[in-house]
């Protein structure tokens, strides 16, 4: 009878002293899984826009950190401010390729950062297919990606 009695004693008088503990501390902080991952790249794919004009393309600001080309795929590391919506992330070009051997072809990464007011610097891995700007039979074309300094050559 004893034993019993001096368990659910233990038993109060740490629940009471763990009581006690939580009022002192500070409150948890909870991070949903994408702040956890924002300073991770995390991967989208996406097709190639075309647009008349690419001067009336005003979007939010983005930071190309890299880009390359990966057989049909243009894979552009990039960073940016925001993590509280998801921001959209289109590629276009005016379908004017410059007359040269190869060809080129400007293009503009547009950002859509959904009106997100969140400070938080979130790193991203864009991939685009690039079949769909494939031009003549010369198998190489040269892009101007804006804000990136270097021209890709993607070869077909």
């Given at each position: 009878m004893r034993i019993p009695v001096i368990l659910i004693s233990i038993a109060l008088l740490t629940a009471c002293a763990s009581k006690k503990n939580v009022a002192?501390?500070?409150?948890?902080?909870?991070?949903?899984?994408?702040?956890?991952?924002s300073s991770r790249p995390t991967v989208e794919n996406f097709g190639v826009s075309k647009?008349?004009?690419?001067?009336?393309l005003k979007g939010d600001p983005v930071t190309i950190n890299s880009a390359?080309?990966?057989?049909?795929?243009?894979?552009?590391e990039v960073s940016f401010r925001g993590l509280c919506t998801n921001h959209g992330f289109n590629l276009y070009h005016t379908g004017s390729y410059a007359e040269s051997m190869p060809p080129q072809l400007?293009?503009?990464?547009?950002?859509?950062?959904?009106?997100?007011?969140?400070?938080?610097?979130?790193?991203?891995?864009?991939?685009?297919?690039?079949?769909?700007?494939?031009?003549?039979?010369?198998g190489k074309l040269i892009?101007?990606?804006?804000?990136?300094?270097?021209?890709?050559v993607y070869e077909y």
């Open positions: 002192n501390k500070e409150p948890e902080v909870s991070y949903t899984p994408e702040q956890l991952l647009t008349e004009d690419l001067a009336t390359g080309i990966k057989g049909d795929e243009l894979v552009l400007g293009m503009v990464l547009y950002h859509n950062a959904q009106s997100d007011e969140c400070e938080t610097i979130t790193n991203k891995q864009l991939k685009y297919d690039l079949t769909s700007i494939r031009y003549g039979s010369s892009i101007n990606l804006s804000g990136y300094e270097r021209q890709l």
